[in-house]
């Protein structure tokens, strides 16, 4: 790449800055609007500074400042030397992002807008103006976006070390407040409260002299033990044969060991949160077979998690009304993973026959009526209707241990059993005549069946192993909750089973679980709180922005599966190969 | 592999018994009467729209047979899945390459021998001595397939995903997936079509040595002659559907009915 000198400063393009500082303008608005800023003002991140509710406000001008700065490398073609040229840009980009926020200030002075949006209120006006007159809102939002803009386009003038280290010292300072609370609940059990104190105000937020100070230390680290980490992974993807099975194995134990480790020291809080984690990698584990594989798009996957928790409730509760056999929960699930399996196979028979989008929305029928069946009067004699049936009474393993809801670490450990099991699972199946059966389905239906495939046991037999996957997540939560309810399997719940397996990477079961760590770890599930539960009013609206921007800049998702990476390395393959002919 | 010595050679194995397809009011194929003897290369050329990969998919079970029969080793293939068929002993190839692209060369050649295995999901979960000697199995007959079109499958190409290939390439590994199917019969649609001349001839010399090396009988469907000529041991021709002449390759070009199906009919009447 050949680098030309910088454009002159004062030849800006003009039209860029107005459609990206437009555009800003515009979802700055929105998300004002959407409330998100006032609901998250009460979350203080650095103390007295910056609250959430700002942060997310100074968001879109940063990234529009810095993306201004961004020129397409094509091959071949120079680029121009980062300069003034990109900071001034990236200002006045900033600038408009910040001015849309000015001029909602002056509308909401002036003009009541309350009826069709019901977020246009005097608190906002308020936050929008820090409590001053309305051109103090004016000019500051003016000067606010200037500067967020003119940051991001000096991000741009950083070497690659300096922008690494900044990179890395934002994201410690930004983890360290937004993940505060599971934090002061891990160094808790660590005996390590005096740190946490000093580091966090007593309401919330790290103390702004605790933030520099956290600041300059990781700075400090990342200039110290530079490139160390970048190095040891490139050494790690270098390796090949059995060095790269043993380093793999390696590093799998070790995740094993801190996952086993970790809920010792954890509080009630962060175990409560590992836990619905593992539920939601068993149940995306569980999709990914029938998605990821064999390339059947499920959309009423929640029907299987209805089953396996609805099956173990009337097996071991005893207020279940029609039988309530009261058997130990181990023996339950047996029962839980044949009749989910059974369902499984009925409600496939039918559906598998059809193909793509058919399949689709037969299978999303076909969730709602498994829900609405549970609900129904017809079967209240069997599921108790709306009422649903509570009392479900802890696990016992062997005798050993009682697992309930109000152990969150006990149960963290059970679910952390069936992910090893389910991924045992995935990870077999994958590398046998079944697994490569379901992919030559998903790659090309009408040819597997013309290579001797029976596509239709093919496809019912991805869609029984998902729901028996499926079904344990149902019967763990069944004991942890110790209670359920038709409504907690809403049509909701299927879509978010579903993007967990999109946003992590469609096949892939790391990705799977790292899809299942971020967006169930962080933002929380269709009920479960997540690290940011300030936001779990607009998880959904996330959510959607999340998986719109994944499908824009990497479709294939966070950890892509081996075939999808291999193909950005392939040219570098070919081109050695002809070298060294 | 095909097995010759089980059935006599005056049999065909393959034939074809007043097959008609017909589309709505269109006659894709009628009365059509094919006899294919084993290890016989047979060629089927016409025109475009002549019908020939609708028989192709009417053997395969893709489109459906409006009336007649066909037989295969003496039964009936009607009422049968595609993947019954292939389970039978016939393969076939697209016109249109059509491989599970994003699964690696070898794991192509392998899904294909799924109707000759029999592991089931157990197997592969608790790792049993069967599954791991039938793995092993259908890894080197994959190999071995691969390894018929010399050096350009094997090595590390095998474990690159199959869209990475060049064309002539993924046309190979279409006929190595036939191949894996452990078929008696195998249907090549257009094998060596948007192939550059070199590549051309050598396909051809391949599809000879595929009936002399592993015993397979074959129906090509082509458009260059060149490989008509040298691969075919009988051409049949058909044109809308009917078959108009049949025989070796001399005597079919010489015939004045294709000739006219091909270039029309001649201004001047003899």
Known sequence: MTTIPPRPTFTQDWLRIARM?????????????????????????????????????????????????????????????????????????GALAGGGLSLLAVLLRHFDL???????????????????????????????????????????????????????????????????????????????????????????????????VLAVASGTLGVLGRGRFRQAKTQLSQLEGTARTQANAALIALTLAALIVLPLFAGKLTNELLANVGIFVLLALGLNIVVGLAGILDLGYVAFFAVGTYTAAVLTAATSPRISPEMPWLLALIFVVVITGLVGLFIGAPVIRMRGDYLAIVTLGFGEIIRLLFLSDWLSGWFNGAQGLVQIPPANIFGLTEIGGTEPRRVFYLVLAFCALAIYVSWRLER??????????????????????????????????????GSFSGAIVAVKVGSVFPSS??????????????????????????????????????????????????????????????MLARPEGLIPSMRRSRELHQHEITQDAWLKN | MANPEATSTDKPILETRKLSVDFGGLHALSALDIQVQRNEIVSVIGPNGAGKTTLFNAISATVEVSKGDILFEGKSLLNLEPNAITSRGIARTFQTVRLFTHMTVLENVMVSQHCHTKQNAFGALLYTKAFRTEEAEIRQRAEEVLSFFGTRLVGY????????????????????????????LILLDEPVAGMNPVESAELTTMIGRLRDEWDFTIVVIEHDMSVVREVSDRVVVLDHGEKIAEGNYDHVSNNPEVVEAYLGKSMTKK
């Open chain 1, 21 to 93: 500082g437009g555009i800003a303008a515009v979802g700055q608005t929105f998300i004002a609007l959407s409330n998100m800023p006032v609901r998250l003002d009460e979350r203080l991140l650095i103390k007295p500074i910056l609250s959430m509710g700002y942060l997310i406000l100074i968001v879109l001008p940063f990234a529009v400042g810095y993306r201004y700065g961004h020129q397409i490398k094509r091959e071949g073609m120079p680029t121009f030397t980062p300069s003034m040229y990109e900071v001034l840009g990236g200002a006045l980009s």
């Open chain 1, 114 to 212: 309350r009826d069709p949006l019901v977020n246009w209120s005097p608190i906002l006006l308020n936050l929008l103006t820090f409590g001053n007159a309305t051109w103090f809102a004016v000019i500051i939002w003016i000067v606010i976006g200037t500067g967020t803009g003119a940051a991001g386009g000096l991000l741009r003038l950083l070497g690659p070390r300096a922008y690494r280290t900044a990179i890395s010292v934002a994201i410690t300072v930004a983890s360290a407040a937004v993940l505060e609370s599971l934090i002061v609940d891990i160094a808790k059990g660590l005996g390590l409260e005096n740190l946490t104190d000093r580091l966090y105000a007593s309401r919330g937020g790290i103390e702004w002299l605790s933030a520099i």
């Open chain 1, 432 to 469: 046998s005549r079944l697994g490569r059966a379901w992919m030559a389905v998903r790659e090309d239906e009408t040819v597997a069946e013309a290579m001797g495939i029976n596509t239709v046991n093919i496809k019912l037999m991805a869609f029984v192993v998902g729901a028996m996957l």
């Open chain 1, 489 to 550: 399997f809403l049509i909701v719940v299927s879509m978010v089973i579903l993007v967990v397996v999109i946003f992590g990477g469609m096949g892939n079961i790391v990705g799977v679980i790292a899809g299942a760590a971020v967006l169930i770890g962080v933002l929380g599930g269709p009920r479960q709180p997540g690290l940011l539960a300030e936001f779990s009013e607009f998880k959904l609206l996330i959510y959607g922005a999340l998986l719109i921007w994944m």
């Open chain 2, 157 to 184: 190409r095998m474990d690159q995903p199959a869209f990475s290939l060049s064309y002539a390439n993924r046309r190979r590994l279409e006929i190595a997936r036939a191949m894996a199917t452990q078929p008696k």
